[in-house]
């Protein structure tokens, strides 16, 4: 299994910052996940983060946007940039079982509310 | 793109009964899973069942695959008030190697005391 820290739990940011969320793994891991919850909503994948390269992004997000870093085979940072109302939403970042199972392991997500 | 897509949206019952929940893809897959989420907090995983299997139990949790019309369904038993969550399927994106999950829209359960 994995734990996963990832922080802060919630933040209420005006518009037009940024918020920068950090997720800690207990084990190394390959590939981490972030995920976007729109209120009610399911989860939608932002990007995947790889260490060593360039996130790769999915359709409707952007790097200048949501800049992810990922400076080694435990941590993975994701910002939101510039941020506005229909920013609120709750992040999560996510692994696959470092152990090679295909159970997905979550953080507890990060509630932003953008006013 | 949203890949499964639960039924129903919410389902509301008493204690003790029992709530199946539906949920139906698109592509092909390696296993499909299921996943419970408590208030908006991180997602745990529940049960896996694997695209050469038909049925799987896990304590109170029955998972049942038709990979013919590409649904799952998950039934508790005897529910608690503390099954209370949303949960959710989600799929691979049937090849190899990491990939990311892929998950339907949940269905939020409530259990009355």
């Known amino acids: 299994s994995a734990v996963i820290s990832q922080k802060p739990s919630r933040d209420i940011c005006q518009r037009g910052t940024s918020l920068t969320i950090q997720c800690q793994v207990d084990s190394q891991v390959t590939m981490m996940f972030w995920y976007r919850q729109q209120p009610g909503q399911s989860l939608t994948l932002i990007a995947t983060?790889?260490?060593?390269?360039?996130?790769?992004?999915e359709s409707g997000f952007v790097i200048d946007k949501f800049p992810i870093s990922r400076p080694n085979l435990t941590f993975s940072t994701l910002t939101v940039s510039n941020m506005s109302p229909e920013d609120s939403s709750i992040y999560l970042c996510s692994v696959e079982d470092p152990f090679g199972g295909t159970e997905a392991f979550f953080g507890q997500g990060t509630r932003l509310t953008v006013v | 793109s949203q890949q499964g897509e639960e039924d129903p949206q919410a389902l509301s019952i008493q204690e003790g009964e029992n709530a199946t929940m539906n949920c139906s893809y698109k592509t092909s897959i390696n296993n499909l899973q299921w996943y419970r989420q408590n208030s908006g907090r991180g997602l745990v995983h529940l049960i896996l069942i694997r695209s050469n299997e038909r049925e799987k139990h896990s304590g109170r949790l029955r998972v049942t695959l038709d990979t013919s019309k590409k649904s799952s369904s998950l039934l508790i038993t005897a529910s608690r008030a503390a099954d209370t969550a949303s949960y959710f399927c989600a799929t691979d994106k049937g090849y190899s190697g990491n990939t990311p999950l892929v998950f339907g829209k949940g269905t939020r359960l409530s259990v009355i005391a």
């Open positions: 983060a790889n260490q060593g390269s360039e996130a790769t992004y």
